[in-house]
């Protein structure tokens, strides 16, 4: 029989897995465990990172270490919502811990509020928006949604093959070439790099790069490092994969010179649908509600209208810290006011603003032994997330969100 000291260590590590599955950074993580673990009379010490969580506790029967192994996870914005609330109840004394374990296994149990269908089409909708953003034309747009359908369905499928799952990146990488390419052979009409670059995007780790910065600036360096070696190996396997495919079609259509340019140009005005379409296919893949569809439109609105509009008048490196700053004060203002995790409003504007199609581009520079250019764009990557990460901490200092999330 357990004592009451060992079920509430029980309930703490259950719940920061549950966080750490669902997005959760390593600071905030431990941050929001801690003030979970005073509400409780205990005293005690987290350490995240991206595959284990530690933690030891001092309580009256003497000193306990907890070690749970956790796998990197995707984004679910609702169910760290709501994980986040248990934690709030319990700092607040409003919930009972037998209350808070039964709520915690209802939240992880529940499936997806959207199908796997709509899963699927939700690539479709943000391969073909990116293309707009990236300047590109009516024929990219079409042929990224196309063969985002593609990803989709594999992304989906997935699942039912979780010992395929560690090549993933690279099977995507490889299948998005070879589509682009087959397409390029009958109707070489397009960009062929961009509708790559966009059928991938979901899949560039700039994200996770973003956050490995913000744990190393931070002081978590353990985490930070891991997550930051993570995002390279990730780089590497879409590099790796499109490379191979690119150079196999070459081989098969020797013919065919791969030159690339953009097809007919869309109007600007387009950026207004295409923030919408992304925004709702966001919403999908970060399992928000429905409902908070409008504060992800909100977001990426406030992402991209802020960078493009910098980006006019200030560096490459300038910009992306302005944006930074102004999704990281809206994040806060949003938690501060509303009482949510802020990752409702920064996760989807970084997406926004990460610079993983510049990491991709510099490590295809580096797999095709373009030394030179890869180094040089793989270093602006570097600089980008470094603003990104500036911006978000002056936001942090200005406005703090009084929240861990």
Request: proline letters at 4%; charged letters at 15%; hydrophobic letters at 55%.
């Amino acid at each position: 029989m357990k004592s009451a000291t060992e079920k509430k260590i029980d309930l703490i590590m259950k719940l920061a897995g549950g966080l750490h599955t669902y997005g959760a950074t390593a600071q905030g993580l431990e941050s929001a465990m801690g003030n979970v673990v005073a509400s409780q009379g205990l005293s005690g010490q987290f350490f995240a990172t991206p595959t284990v969580i530690m933690a030891a506790f001092e309580t009256q029967e003497g000193r306990k270490n907890a070690l749970i192994r956790v796998k990197p996870g995707g984004i679910d914005l609702e169910k760290m919502t709501e994980l986040d609330k248990i934690g709030d109840d319990l700092i607040a004394g409003t919930t009972t811990l037998e209350q808070a374990d039964i709520r915690l296994d209802e939240i992880i149990n529940q499936s997806s509020p959207y199908g796997s269908l709509t899963e699927a089409f939700a690539y479709v909708l943000i391969g073909a928006s990116v293309v707009i953003f990236f300047s590109g034309g009516f024929y990219e747009s079409l042929i990224a949604g196309v063969i985002s359908l593609a990803v989709g369905i594999l992304a989906v499928s997935i699942s039912f093959m979780p010992q395929t799952a560690r090549f993933f990146e690279f099977l995507a990488a490889f299948i998005v070439s070879v589509l682009a390419s087959m397409i390029y052979v009958f109707y070489p009409c397009f960009s062929i790099e961009l509708v790559t670059l966009a059928s991938l995007i979901v899949f560039v780790p700039g994200l996770s790069l973003t956050v490995s910065m913000t744990e190393l600036a931070s002081e978590n360096l353990a985490a930070g490092t891991a997550r930051l070696m993570q995002a390279i190996t990730v780089f590497m396997k879409l590099a790796f994969g499109v490379v191979l495919g690119t150079t196999l079609m070459k081989l098969a259509y020797p013919s065919i010179s791969f030159v690339d340019k953009v097809s007919l140009p869309i109007a600007p005005l387009w950026i207004i649908p295409a923030l919408i379409t992304s925004a709702m296919g966001f919403t999908i893949l970060f399992r928000a509600k429905p409902k908070n569809f409008w504060w992800i439109l909100v977001a990426a609105i406030l992402a991209f209208s802020v960078t493009y509009f910098s980006g006019n008048y200030l560096s490459t490196e300038l910009a992306p810290f302005i944006g930074g700053f102004v999704v990281g004060l809206g994040a806060n203002i949003y938690a501060r006011l509303l009482k949510r995790p802020a990752a409702m409003i920064a996760m989807p504007g970084l997406i926004l603003l990460v610079p993983g199609s510049i990491g991709f581009r510099g490590l295809s520079f580096l797999v095709e032994k373009n030394t030179l250019a890869g180094i040089e764009t793989t270093f602006q990557m570097f600089m980008i997330a470094v603003a990104l990460v500036g911006g978000l901490l002056l936001a942090s200092i200005l406005v703090s969100p009084k929240r861990s999330l």
